[in-house]
Nanobody
Framework: QVQLVESGGGLVQPGGSLRLTCVAS????????MAWFRQTSGKEREIVAN???????????YYRDSVKGRFTISRDNAKKTVYLQMNTLKPEDTAVYYC????????????????WGQGTQVSVSS
């Protein structure tokens, strides 16, 4: 079993930055693909970014189009931690952000992820 705990959310003005952190416990994440999803009220949960098991420079990453160039996903397997650096935040980035883990290859589908955190609220507003 893997437990995931997110932190780093909050209220920020448009153009600001936040760094979300997801810490895993209970099991190594070395063989796990990791992802960040987000959800707003009344909408389906959507993929933000994912990263394969490799935490090095060769890591394969995916970003949804609306966050490309602004968000960066990274991981530190030794610390069992995944990060989402969010820059140039926009009001449309407001959502609850969830960390997810999957034992296997990366996926963009939430149904493929086995483990989830409780979520952290990100609000972008002036």
């Amino acid at each position: 079993q893997v437990q995931l705990v997110e932190s780093g959310g909050g209220l920020v003005q448009p153009g600001g930055s936040l760094r979300l952190t997801c810490v895993a416990s209970g099991h190594s994440i070395n063989d796990f693909a990791m992802a960040w999803f987000r959800q707003t009220s009344g909408k389906e949960r959507e993929i933000v970014a994912n990263i394969d098991w490799n935490g090095g420079a060769a890591a394969v990453k995916y970003y949804r189009d609306s966050v490309k160039g602004r968000f960066t996903i990274s991981r530190d397997n030794a610390k069992k931690t995944v990060y989402l650096q969010m820059n140039t935040l926009k009001p449309e980035d407001t959502a609850v952000y969830y960390c997810a883990a999957r034992d296997g290859y990366s996926s963009r589908s939430q149904s493929d992820y086995h483990y989830w955190g409780q979520g952290t609220q990100v609000s972008v507003s002036s």
